[in-house]
């Protein structure tokens, strides 16, 4: 790997941070585009992620303001039926292992929709979301859950503590990573919790992101990508420990980190000491385990493109399903365009008739692959996969197969059988 001067670590302040992976330039991964913004130029910004030396976090620089991308966001929690299923099975477990009552007040920071907080507006407790994006902020208050537009900064948390009091369990799933500003947002978790409260933070593994290749879920809104031990550090920052932590099958293997105010936290859990113990023996509290990344997101982008070259020069049909962030981050790696891949569907209706940016692929309703009846479907959510080979059962009325491209390229049935 090679150093590089110029960034310096968000978190540390060490400069010389050294190259993990370079995806060359992109779009941000949820700028679709309507239309009349096709004969337009577009921003691309280059996706090169970086390793310090010192405190071991990978991250991204800062190119992106979060206030323009999330005060407007193309994502909806709630049309995922596995992650609201997710959803409310934290919220049973969380309601029993924390002992919450009536009088609790839970706050949800990047709360979205309102996909979780609806299950705790349905037991009885007192909750407030968090959330940035204006349109999805209005839906979560549409569907009862009182909801908060903001970014969380140290101001903000202060402000809701005096207002609403201190929480006693403060959930921040798949938002820790997004936040250019570690130090401050971190500050903010810690004015939010009570002193004796809880903060349970879920976020993608990276071990599970470099063992697998899941190199798509690298994009600009990802400024950070983390162990539990770089998590650690990082929450240390604010006077919180990390006390607890579980594996978790969603985006292709996640944390959840359970973290108290020091005073209040405790010996730490022999599961947390066993995951630290299988990231330092993959070589992520250094920089062993990422000297051959680059080369295996090599045999992933390969291993796709010739796979689609040879579909299309015998006369097979394929078309995508699903328009994730992640998605965009594949189709822009490997220059995958209407020609290889002639549209996409989502079950979203706020992407229908927009276009994949950078790669500028039509999305449809999922609908039109039934009246299509293409060869392959390559399903870009490959996170979901037990979910959407269920949706995709119909495929098989005509002999259809789904593709999954990572960790590895795999033509399946809709029933999950490898050819």
Known sequence: MQSDQRPSCRLCGASGLVSVVDLGASPPCESFLAEPELAAPELTLPLHVRLCTKCFLVQLPPLLDPVETFTEYAYFSSFSNSWLKHAETFVTTAVDRLGLTGSAFVVE????????????????????GIEPSVNVGQAAREAGVPTLTAFLDPDTGAAVRREHGPADLVVANNVYAHIPDILGFTRGLRELVADDGWLSIEVQHLLTLVESTQYDTIYHEHFQYYTVATARRALET???????????????????????????????????????????????????????????????????????????????TVVGYGAPGKGNTLLNHCGIRPDLLPYTVDRNPYKHGRYTPGTRIPIFAPERIAADRPDYVLVLPWNLRAELCAQLGYVADWGGRLVFPIPRLEIVTPDGEVD
């Open 109 to 128: 920071v990047a709360s979205n929709d309102g996909y979780l907080l609806r299950n705790v507006v349905e037991r009885g407790l007192r909750c407030l």
């Open 238 to 316: 604010a006077g919180l420990a990390v006390v607890d932590v579980e594996k978790l099958p969603t985006h292709g293997g996640s944390i959840r980190l359970w973290a108290r105010p020091e005073a209040v936290a405790g010996e730490a859990s022999e599961r947390m000491r066993a995951i630290l113990a299988e990231e330092k023996a993959a070589g992520l509290h250094d920089s062993s385990g990422y000297e051959d990344f680059a080369a295996r997101v090599e045999n992933v982008r390969l291993d796709l493109l010739e796979f689609l070259v040879r579909a299309r020069r015998r006369g097979e």
